[in-house]
């Protein structure tokens, strides 16, 4: 992308909130964003932080709630007509061949018959799938399907070419695989598309792709970082500027407080009185995967970074970030630069038995919002228990009707892993009995 190229797409002060004015729940802030021709951009975020309803409003599939979407300057009322979307999941009509799967977009548009076979034999033969023209979908691969997916989007010759997640339900080397053909249609130009648009959840992924990284951040999404990847393609996971890329993301999506060092070509300031929670969001972590990541890190001498640790557990950033947000809430870890460094509470927990850990984490968990809400108001009734409805009325105020569903399972999860309160078969809260009272903050009053 050059400076004085002009946007395919832009968005101006973007929103997505849903409700009435008096409990409105905002899910994107107000955003600005660009996408220009000739690059890869990527977008990376945690999981709630809205990146694919960022997708869904940038392509025209759902519109905004105020701001506004511009397609070479002009305003979106609907889906843009010069873009395609590949999606997780293949969504391939299990009926057709993989010739009249592809053809299917081109007939919806009206194309003769003779050009669009003529198109669809083109792109089929372009990924890899010449000589499969006559499958059917059951007899294909993931990788297979996937590549389908992608000659159905190409098909229609979309100048954005938009993709969520697409291969994140593939194996490792699948995705590997399927990556690379997409960069060498890419840089070859072999396709018919002037950018692209991909959410992810792969750090790894995003660095080896991109031209240009956006990152949000949640609770409500916004932009916190918007920089360019200025490496050539292909790009080695082990050179010193790969990493770098990496350990920033890792960082920034790590440090919600942090205000990232490099200062990035488009970087869009978080909106001005962007709603905030009355209720923190509880990480959705079980506790013994926090005390995994505790023990993790007693081994590696109390600190290591937080790619690392996800490269050795192979797992992806949505895996990993809120067991280390709950530590990290918990006070049992510390994260900086990109590093996980264990506290002495930490280390007291991972290194006690069941039931010390089980005092432990009391006392942790009752600094916690609303643990610590949920634990006072049930200890408050003379038979210490309420109906779940009172704590969701509490919270559906501040969050989705699903969000407010996983924060109460995950409270109800930690509630009774330290022994404060629990819910019954009709969704009652209540706190069991000989369950120690709120009280003293310190474990020895035990």
Same mark, same amino acid.
Request: no cysteine; charged share 25%.
């Given at each position: 992308m050059t400076p004085t190229a002009e946007p395919i797409i832009q968005a101006r002060a973007i929103?997505?909130?849903? #409700?009435?004015?008096?409990?409105?729940?905002?899910?994107?802030?107000?955003?600005?964003?660009?996408?220009?021709p000739g690059e890869i951009l990527a977008l990376l975020g945690p999981s709630g932080s809205g990146k694919s309803t960022m997708l869904r409003m940038l392509s025209g599939l759902a519109p905004p709630s105020s701001g506004q979407v511009l397609w070479h300057g002009q305003p979106v009322a609907g889906p843009c007509e010069n873009v395609s979307i590949v999606f997780q999941s293949f969504?391939?009509?299990?009926?057709?061949?993989?010739? *009249?799967?592809?053809?299917?977009?081109?007939?919806a548009r009206g194309v003769?018959?003779?050009? $669009?076979?003529?198109?669809?034999?083109?792109?089929? !033969?372009?990924?890899?799938?010449d000589g499969f023209e006559q499958a059917y979908p059951k007899e294909l691969s993931g990788g297979m399907k996937q590549?389908?997916?992608?000659?159905?989007?190409?098909? /229609?010759?979309? %100048?954005?070419?938009?993709? *969520?997640?697409?291969?994140?339900?593939? !194996? /490792?080397?699948t995705a590997e695989n399927l990556r690379s053909e997409l960069l060498e249609l890419w840089d070859g130009k072999k396709m018919p598309t002037r950018a692209v648009f991909i959410v992810t959840h792969n750090i790894e992924e995003a660095v080896t792709l991109a031209d240009r990284v956006v990152v949000l951040g949640k609770n409500p999404g916004h932009v916190r970082t918007d920089f360019r990847v200025a490496m050539p393609r292909p790009r080695d996971h082990q050179d010193? +500027?790969?990493?770098?890329?990496?350990?920033?993301?890792? $960082?920034?999506?790590?440090? +919600? *407080?942090?205000?990232?060092?490099?200062?990035? %070509?488009?970087?869009?300031a978080p909106a001005a009185g962007a709603a905030r929670a009355k209720y923190p969001m509880v990480p959705h972590a079980r506790p013994g995967g926090i005390a995994g990541l505790l023990e993790l890190l007693v081994d590696r001498e109390g600190r290591d970074g937080i790619h690392h640790l996800a490269d050795d557990l192979a797992f992806e950033i949505d895996d990993l970030l809120p067991i280390v947000e709950a530590a990290?809430?918990? #006070?049992?870890?510390?994260?900086?630069?990109?590093?996980?460094?264990i506290t002495p509470e930490g280390k007291r927990f991972?290194?006690? #038995?069941?039931?010390r850990r089980k005092e432990l984490f009391r006392v942790a968990a009752e600094r916690v919002p609303l643990i610590r809400q949920i634990n006072r108001a049930l200890a408050s009734k003379a038979d210490h228990s309420m109906p779940a409805d009172f704590f969701h009325d509490l919270l559906d105020e501040h969050f989705s009707e699903e969000e407010t569903e996983r924060q109460l399972e995950t409270a109800v999860n930690w509630g009774r892993y330290a022994e404060l309160f629990d819910r019954d078969s009709s969704g009652r809260f209540f706190i069991p009995e000989e369950t120690p009272q709120p009280a003293g903050d310190e474990v020895g009053s035990h």
């Open positions: 929103e997505k909130f849903y #409700g009435p004015p008096e409990a409105r729940i905002q899910v994107l802030a107000a955003t600005d964003l660009a996408v220009y969504a391939l009509f299990p009926w057709l061949t993989v010739l *009249d799967n592809v053809e299917a977009p081109l007939k003769a018959r003779t050009e $669009r076979m003529k198109r669809a034999l083109r792109i089929l !033969d372009s990924v890899g799938l590549r389908v997916g992608f000659a159905r989007a190409l098909v /229609v010759e979309p %100048e954005v070419l938009f993709m *969520d997640e697409p291969f994140s339900a593939l !194996d /490792v080397l010193p +500027p790969f990493l770098e890329a990496v350990n920033y993301i890792y $960082r920034v999506l790590t440090q +919600p *407080d942090l205000v990232p060092t490099p200062q990035p %070509e488009h970087e869009a990290s809430l918990l #006070g049992y870890i510390h994260v900086k630069e990109g590093d996980a460094e991972a290194e006690a #038995g069941i039931l």
